[in-house]
């Protein structure tokens, strides 16, 4: 372990979350399909989520983006979890636009901050 954090993440996990919360690792990754408070019941007290955004959301056009970040932060907040790492549920996809990726970190980096 070496007093670093260790992140638990699957793709289409998501009744074995309980489980992989029981696995060891201080965050608990959720890809787009969960939402994030039906992730924190089945993951359980003292664990971090990390997720959850839909990776396609990137195609849409920038207010779409920030409305869909926004609702991920809103939901992570309203949890109180054990902490929250805003992520895409999923990799990136190829043909994703990198300044699109920029963007949204630019976009979540400001509204965490608030």
Avoid: C
Wanted: proline share 6%.
């Amino acid at each position: 372990h070496y007093g670093v954090p260790r992140i638990h993440f699957g793709v289409g996990t998501g009744e074995l979350l309980g489980l992989m919360g029981q696995a060891g690792a201080d965050i608990v990754g959720v890809d787009w399909r969960v939402p994030l408070n039906v992730a924190a019941e089945r993951v359980g007290p003292g664990k971090g989520l990390q997720g959850n955004l839909d990776p396609a959301v990137l195609f849409a056009p920038t207010k779409v983006v920030e409305t869909k970040a926004r609702e991920v932060l809103h939901a992570a907040q309203a949890l109180g979890t054990s902490g929250h790492i805003f992520n895409l549920g999923h990799g990136v996809m190829p043909s994703m636009d990198p300044d699109a990726l920029s963007r949204l970190v630019a976009f979540v980096h400001e509204a965490s901050a608030r």
